[in-house]
């Protein structure tokens, strides 16, 4: 293998208002190699690689490619220089297909001004069949899965011939069986000679695929540790600066009364397809309900119906005594029900409107925040930033725009939105995708703390570990129904079983 | 979902063409008693037009609901009309509904609407609203009559109405791209500014008496004399295509030209990206402010050579104000023709097509023809309502953009 790295970094520094996003970071890359980044929400690696992409301009440092100094100053730099890099949140156009996406910029032409589409697809088939994507050049984004989309932000880095590749937390919005392909694609690609960024707040990922670790913190690099040696323990104390606990310390639930119940609940879908066919659940005080499944067997609709979003074709939904079925989320709320909900980009948050403003977005109408229609601002700020700070919320003020927070932080202020609110139900959608391990174990330590104080937990995750190690019931849902109940000392094994349809039929255990 | 078969909620196609059917068969009700059918007899409309309000609810019920309503009204629209038609004098009704000069007519009237919606689109589809197409229309009709005027020729005329609408529409370009400013607000003060500006100097240049009538206008050309030689038809083809204007015929040009540049060239693909996702265009190292610039800079020639048609084409002189709303009918063709070239010049003839009417129909009927000129804003509320299919604008328009 080659001394000099691909990619070399010296002393990166990058400033944003307020918050000093790089602190003289210093980075390499191997020829051939994984290196994963790592660091809590706001570290601070998104920014580094969009420096790295020309999307952001470093205020110092340089930046060394195959030995030779460059100046990145736009994304275009950076393709000529064989970089590619595939977003956080994707860089793809709806309602464009598969090819046009691809060639969008770098188009083949016939006669010098036609787009030459024939061409264009047949590399993309070309591509796609050396690295075993499968994938329709035809479709339109807008109707593949996240799963492909991420292929096909992968072959347009391909198809601009990157031999460097950074691909910013592409397992977040993946599906455990998604993940494990990527894997088999990105040793693929290494073999094939190129060199890859990986950022990932999933530590036995990183253990997985990585060569080398870089762990970030506040702005600042941590150290660059080789795989061998590395530990999921070791990473996150050096990631968050303290011990964190990885396994969630639990007491036995102790169930009271029951304050969620969901009788033949049907549900369709944007398509009008039923979705959810029939569900029948109960959830008590005191408990933590999960549901676990595939990405895609009803989840999505099943909770926009639990929280108002949806109109249920058929069936009852219960909070406490009263019937809740028809009833607006507006309603729902106000009889006790907390909903923190799975996109939160979408749905959680308003990321035009300040953190504060975020915040209040369910009780603003109400004393101390307004009186007689009028709103009192202050009681408004002081609320939100005594909440900042004990969610730990990085890098926002009360009157920073929410949109400027980073995913994670996005994420906690959702939290401590609803959680404050002193639901007697929470509805949990995916609460810790895109969180950090710290963040993480104090989302976990919140949800027991809110079962252990009588209120009823539904949560809703693609992710295993997440189920099982804080779940007091586990109802696996599958082609919209409810497949099997669990209690939560089943095996991995049996519980990703009967979340693939296995032994359907079989009386509950 | 997960291999889950899909159920088909309808078998559509029996039903769509039947809806299909039942809207031509309304139309029929309608055009029996019209010229060269002229039915007289009163029952013919009702006739056909029950046929097709059965084959409406028919295909409402089968599930094609948005052709079934379409069906049905077509039907009862054609049978009131048809009434009407068979108890006008056969005279008028001759006179009116003349189809050859009713076809050239309506050509006519579309063109300034062609090249204003051609003009709002390529904007559009780059992302930047542009209200502003009225006024760069109105500046581009009053430079092409100075330009022909003071440089003598109708092709230098041509010239200083793009020069003149492409400098209105950087203005726009500029406060909308870099100042980000709202598009509807500039828009709007562009449209009050082309107003001013060219009222002020008409005024100066041309005083009271108005433009001269001396003007060099742009010729109808080319004749296509060979027409009329064609059997059966030549004469109908003669009447409604030998004499367009040479601008008609380059708005066509330019029709075909757009369709092609926007669905089939990497410059399009580049436009559409930057009106859909920017930032996406961006990462892959397209410049979203000098797409967007071009496109808008674009947007205002296109208009400003509808304005010229009007000006040194069509009437041959200029007037205050005289554009009175093309643009904004051109952008309601743009948005009824879903954001394409062929679908917005559709849309721009129908309205087209409804003027000539109403022109026609105020010989013999006087101001209720007017009514008729209301159809335009009708059609566009119905499309806009979304009863004909949704139309769907670009994702980002009318939102700045900000690089990091
Ligand atoms: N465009 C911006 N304007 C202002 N501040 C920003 C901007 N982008 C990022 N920041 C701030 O810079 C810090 C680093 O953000 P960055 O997105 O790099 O974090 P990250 O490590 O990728 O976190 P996550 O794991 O949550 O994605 C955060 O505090 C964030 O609020
Ligand atoms: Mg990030």
């Excluded at chain 1, 036609?114 to 050049?137: C, G, H, T």
């Excluded at chain 1, 999960?290 to 099943?302: C, K, P, S």
């Excluded at chain 2, 409804?354 to 209720?368: I, Y």
Aim: glycine residues 12%; charged residues 20%.
């Amino acid at each position: 293998m080659d001394e000099t790295p691909v990619l070399e970094l010296r002393g990166i520094t990058k400033q944003f208002p307020g918050i000093l996003a790089n602190d003289h970071i210093d980075f390499d890359l191997r020829d051939g190699e994984v290196h994963a980044l790592l660091g809590e929400n706001g570290a601070g690696k998104s920014t580094l690689m969009n420096i790295v992409y020309g999307l952001y301009s470093a205020d110092d440092g340089e930046i060394a490619i195959k030995g030779k100094r460059v100046q990145l100053s736009s994304p275009h730099d950076a393709i000529d220089r064989g970089i590619g890099m595939v977003h956080q949140h994707f860089m793809l156009i709806p309602v464009m297909t598969v090819t046009e996406n691809i060639v969008l910029a770098t188009e083949p032409r016939t006669g010098g001004v036609l787009l030459d589409y024939s061409a264009a697809r047949q590399r993309v088939l070309e591509l796609s069949k050396r690295f075993n994507f499968a994938i329709d050049p035809d479709a339109k984004i807008q109707n593949i899965t996240v799963g492909q989309q991420q292929r096909v932000e992968i072959l347009k880095a391909l198809y601009r011939n990157a031999d460097i590749l950074i691909l910013d937390e592409p397992t977040a919005v993946l599906t455990p069986q998604e993940a494990t392909e990527l894997f088999a694609i990105l040793k693929d690609l290494v073999a094939q000679g190129l060199s890859i960024i990986f950022i990932s707040h999933k530590l036995n990922e990183v253990l997985d695929i990585a060569d080398r670790i870089t762990v970030l913190r506040r702005g600042k690099k941590v150290e660059t540790i080789p795989r061998e040696g590395a530990t999921e323990e070791g990473l996150a104390r050096s990631m968050v600066g303290r011990e964190v606990l990885l396994r969630v310390d639990k007491t036995n639930a102790r169930p009271g009364d029951k304050l969620l119940e969901v009788e033949d609940l049907r549900v369709l879908d944007d398509r009008e397809l039923e979705v959810v066919r029939g569900v029948s659940f109960d959830v008590h005080g005191g408990e933590i309900v999960g549901i676990a499944g595939v990405d895609g067997n009803g989840q999505t609709e099943l909770i926009d119906a639990l929280a108002g979003l949806r109109k249920p074709a058929g069936g009852r939904i219960l909070i406490g005594e009263k019937e809740l079925t028809g009833a607006s989320a507006h309603v729902r709320l106000e009889e006790g029900l907390g909903h923190i909900p799975e996109d939160r980009q979408r749905r959680g948050l308003v990321l035009d409107f300040s953190l504060a403003e975020n915040i209040a977005l369910h009780d603003y109408d109400k004393p101390p925040f307004s009186r007689w229609g009028w709103l009192n601002p202050r009681r408004v700020i002081e609320r939100a930033s005594r909440l900042l700070t004990e969610y730990d919320v990085r890098g926002g003020a009360p009157r920073t725009l929410a949109g400027a927070l980073s995913g994670g932080n996005q994420q906690k202020v959702v939290l401590a939105r609803e959680i404050s609110r002193n639901p007697r139900v929470l509805i949990a959608a995916q609460p810790t995708r895109g969180l950090d391990v710290g963040a993480i174990e104090f989302v976990h330590k919140r949800l027991v703390a809110e079962r252990d104080t009588g209120r009823a937990v539904l949560l809703v995750s693609l992710e295993l570990d997440e189920i099982l190690s804080l779940s007091d019931r586990i109802l696996v849902l599958y082609e919209g129904q409810i497949v099997r109940e669990f209690s939560p000392d089943v095996g991995e094994e049996e519980l990703g079983i009967a979340m693939t349809g296995g032994r359907r039929g079989e009386a509950a255990a | 979902m997960v291999a889950r078969a899909e159920t088909p909620r309808w078998t559509g196609l029996g039903a769509r063409q039947i809806a299909v059917g039942g809207i031509l068969l309304g139309c029929f009700a309608f055009l029996v008693a019209l010229p060269p059918i002229t039915a007289r007899a009163q029952w013919w409309p009702p006739l056909l037009g029950i046929l097709a309000i059965g084959a409406g609810i028919w295909s409402l019920t089968r599930g094609a609901r948005r052709p079934g309503w379409f069906a049905i009204a077509a039907g009862i629209l054609g049978v009131g009309l048809g009434i009407l038609a068979t108890q006008a004098s056969s005279g008028n009704l001759d006179y009116v509904v003349n189809w050859a000069p009713l076809f050239s007519a309506m050509f006519v009237f579309a063109t300034p609407l062609t090249y204003a919606a051609l003009g709002g689109m390529f904007s559009e589809r780059s992302g930047v609203v542009n209200i502003g197409l009225e006024g760069m229309m109105l500046t581009g009709a009053f430079f092409a009559v100075l330009g022909a005027d003071k440089l003598g020729n109708w092709f230098f005329g041509i010239v200083c109405a793009i020069i003149a609408g492409g400098l209105l529409a950087l203005i726009h370009a500029f406060v909308s791209i870099h100042l980000r400013a709202d598009q509807i607000v500039s828009g709007t003060a562009i449209n009050f500014l082309a107003l001013g500006v060219t009222g002020y100097f008409f005024y100066k240049v041309y005083g009271e008496q108005g433009t001269p009538g001396s003007i060099s206008q742009v010729p109808d050309r080319p004749r296509l004399g060979f027409l009329s030689h064609i059997p059966w038809a030549g004469h109908f083809l003669y009447e409604v295509f030998g004499t367009l204007n040479l601008l008609i015929w380059f708005a066509f040009l330019m029709l075909i030209v757009s369709h092609i540049v926007v669905f089939r060239t990497p410059i399009g693909l580049r436009i559409r990206a930057v009106g859909e996702h920017p930032r996406a265009a961006d990462t892959v190292g397209i410049s979203v402010y000098g797409v967007r610039y071009a496109a808008v800079v674009l947007s205002g020639m296109l208009a400003a050579l509808g304005g010229a048609y009007l000006s040194i084409g069509f009437v041959g002189s200029f007037n205050e104000n005289m554009t009175a709303g093309r643009g904004f009918i051109g952008l309601a063709a743009l948005i009824f023709g879903n954001w394409r070239p062929f679908g917005a010049f559709a849309a721009a003839l129908l309205f087209g097509f409804s003027t000539a009417l109403a022109f026609r129909l105020g010989q013999p009927w006087g101001n209720a023809a007017v009514l008729f000129q209301a159809l335009p804003y009708v059609l566009t509320l119905i499309a806009v309502a979304g009863v004909i299919g949704r139309s769907i604008p670009p994702a980002a328009s009318g939102r700045p953009y900000r690089k990091q």
